[in-house]
């Protein structure tokens, strides 16, 4: 791989490097647990295979397989001293120019100013591109062979991108939340929608405002599509604001092609939206720790300073600091956990500013306070606004009451299934039985279990586990020391910037932090933890700094070799089969699996246009008890429309031809509410339609 740092300042021993010694011991610590990861899987593969070499060589565990071949090649790797690239070469010296090429100095004449920045956009553009094509490339996967349907011709499937569609759907009403149907509102009853009153999603508003006008234009994918590029551009710009294009490059690079962001691109859910202001919250905020380490008050003019109190520097992270805080508390409208979990690494940082620096530039200090207290306030009263407009209580959010009244044991919080005894008394005529049964008892085990899952799965949808481990080992024994050369030629006094590269790997402990009172693993398994994916292709870029620079200074660019090849082959386990080796990619995999759900959702409407023909409807949905997981009512809130779904109560007489004495009990009240509509009954166990009455 190139070299895609920058040359660094001479040091004392006149080597131009700081000593490798920890970036090593950091590698071969890597090393050494990936292969006390690889070799008991593959033993026992080898096992399961019963001694079968030529199944053992040609049916690979992605994994752990062809990371083993690695291992071995290693080595070899080693022993190689050769330069890879000629860097006499115009072309070459080019190259590693750009990529070498980091933020301007404040001193940068404006032709480099606006000549970097040009270069930047080029990269960054790439980068989004990349995203947006692997995007449709996923919604483009024919996932029925004997139809030619693709992923994007299905409906959604989970329960809570019906939710996220119905909240979309009430702001482009130009409403907070609708009336529930005044005559029998628990045939309505939909999924992750408070129905006791107001008409309304539980979710937090951030999501339906993100998705309503790609709702409008009738393609409410196009939104998540275009934020996933947006996400890939913005992890170039922090990687490049941390260190430098090639850095950033990588980085991006890394999210486009990392199956679980693209996945969750093709996904209706509150994740792209609430990342993408994530993702702008940290780039300002390292925009803005910038601009204050050059807004010292001996730096600015005496004019400025008598006009502003803190220089141009100064006033540049103010701006910085109001983009900051008005991302955060956007993320913080999508999925408020999950911003303070990230963000609380940053706050720390800030606060810490503000205490140091309180006597030097009170003028700065409350403006930084306000850049960021303003947002967040003005976040926080929406969401006390949205509380009081639809459960008519400013502190009790409908992600509460929903919980409370439907799925109690899902709880926030250690022993979430006893402490919900009380409400399975009061609420016993509201609970879904059947779905809040499904929560487990979070209790110590449990949690750390759900720690290692998450953590595994992270990287599994990310990177993988080899490259992961090794780039955070290196991280972590190295990263103080060689991640600080990427601003030794930057203005004095901007040395310790670097050190703002901790503030990656603490966001993604406080993420995991965050989620361990809940007892749900998470969609694939990681989906509480979701934003840490590109967390960890940042800590995998400044790994590959790291190394690229020790393996140089070592005279060993056989390793850098070595270092490209874990990168490649783990972007290629996740993005393409290769056969015999491995038939499923990890990105086929996942997309397979939210299809199966898909499929199910396709069939039961395609059921409903081909018997449902005295239109207006209402079909009325006896669900399969033993599927807790596919839910098939789902209407515009304002219950209009050719055809409206309702739901019959959960019975075991589902699939037979007939109606339990409850059944019947609703199927007569909808009958009566709706003398204007033909009424059907959908039996979701066998497919089977019939027409109760008509219009």
């Known amino acids: 791989m190139p070299e895609i740092s920058p040359q660094p300042a001479s040091q004392p021993d006149g080597s131009g490097e700081p000593s490798p010694r920890a970036a090593l011991i950091g590698f071969v610590v890597g090393w050494l647990i990936m292969l006390a990861v690889i070799l008991p899987a593959e033993r026992d593969r080898w096992r399961a295979v019963e001694g079968d070499a030529v199944v053992w060589l040609f049916d690979w565990n992605v994994d752990t397989t062809p990371f083993l071949f690695l291992l071995l090649l290693a080595p070899f790797c080693w022993r190689i001293r050769r330069p890879l690239l000629d860097r006499d070469s115009v072309g070459i010296q080019r190259l590693l120019s750009w990529m070498s090429e980091g933020p301007p100095d404040a001193d940068a004449s404006v032709p480099e100013r606006r000549g970097r920045l040009r270069r930047a956009w080029i990269l960054a553009g790439l980068v989004g591109l990349a995203g947006f094509l692997i995007c449709l490339r996923v919604s483009s996967t024919i996932v029925s062979e004997e139809s030619g349907l693709t992923f994007g011709d299905l409906p959604p499937a989970l329960h809570d991108e019906f939710s996220y569609l119905f909240q979309a759907e009430t702001f482009l009403a130009g409403r907070w939340s609708f009336e529930s149907h005044s005559e029998v509102p628990r045939i309505f009853d939909q999924m992750h929608v408070l129905n006791e009153g107001r008409f309304a999603s539980r979710y937090f508003p951030g999501t339906g405002l993100w998705m309503a006008p790609f709702v409008a234009i009738g393609n409410p994918w196009l939104g998540h599509w275009l934020a996933t590029a947006l996400i890939c551009m913005l992890v170039f710009a922090i990687g490049r604001e941390l260190s430098c294009n090639g850095v950033g490059l990588l980085a991006g690079l890394l999210a486009a092609f990392s199956p679980g962001l693209v996945l969750f691109g093709n996904l209706l859910l509150a994740h792209q939206p609430g990342l993408l202001g994530l993702c702008i919250f940290m780039f300002a905020f390292l925009r803005m720790t910038r601009e204050l380490a050059e807004a010292s008050p001996e730096d600015a003019t005496a004019n400025e300073v008598s006009n502003t109190g803190f220089g141009k520097p100064g006033r540049s992270a103010v701006k910085w600091s109001f983009v900051s805080g008005f991302a955060l508390s956007f993320a913080m409208l999508c999925r408020p956990m999950t911003a303070a979990g990230v963000g609380l690494p940053f706050g720390i940082w800030v606060l810490a500013w503000l205490i140091r620096n309180r ?320 009424i059907y009954v959908l039996d979701a166990v066998n497919g089977r339609v019939s027409q109760i009455s008509s219009r």
């Not at 279990?449 to 490259?467: D, E, H, I, Y």
């Not at 090794?470 to 024994?477: E, H, I, K, T």
């Not at 402990?509 to 969609?523: C, F, N, R, S």
Request: charged share 20%; proline share 5%; with cysteine.
């Open 359 to 678: 006597r030097r530039s009170r003028r700065l200090t409350v403006a930084i306070l306000t850049g960021y207290g303003v947002p967040l306030l003005l976040g926080f009263g929406i969401i006390l606004a949205h509380n009081k407009l639809t459960t008519n209580d400013a502190f009790k959010s409908p992600y509460q009451l929903y919980t409370e009244l439907f799925t109690p044991r899902h709880m926030y919080g250690f022993d979430n299934v006893v402490r919900a005894e009380p409400f399975l008394v009061d609420n016993a005529d509201r609970i879904l039985r059947h779905y809040d049964r499904w929560a487990e008892n979070l209790d110590s085990d449990l949690a750390v279990k759900n720690v290692g899952t998450r953590f595994l799965a992270s990287w599994q949808w990310t990177l993988g586990l080899s490259a992961l481990i090794v780039s955070g080992c290196v991280f972590l024994l190295a990263g103080r020391d060689r991640l600080a050369r990427s601003d030794a030629q930057q203005k004095p006094g901007t040395e310790k910037l670097a050190a703002r590269w901790w503030l990656i790997p603490a966001s993604i402990v406080t993420l995991h932090l965050a989620h361990v009172p809940y007892w749900y693993g998470g969609i694939l398994d990681w989906h509480y933890v979701f934003e840490s994916g590109v967390l960890w292709c940042l800590v995998a870029a400044a790994a590959t700094l790291i190394l690229i620079r020790t393996f140089r200074s070592m005279k060993c660019p056989g390793m850098s070799l070595w270092w490209g090849a874990v990168l490649l082959i783990s972007v290629a386990v996740n993005n393409v089969s290769v056969s015999p080796f491995w038939t499923v990619s990890r990105l086929d995999a996942g997309i397979n699996q939210f299809a199966f759900a898909r499929m199910k959702q396709f069939a039961i409407r395609s059921v409903v246009e081909q018997t449902v023909t005295e239109i207006p409807a209402l079909v009325l949905i006896r669900h399969d008890p033993s599927d807790r997981h596919n839910d098939y009512v789902s209407n515009h809130p304002s219950l209009t429309g050719p055809i409206l779904y309702g739901r019959l109560p959960i019975s075991e007489a589902a699939g037979t031809p007939r109606l339990s004495d409850e059944e019947t009990r609703v199927v007569r009240a909808a009958v009566n509410a709706f003398p204007d509509r033909s």
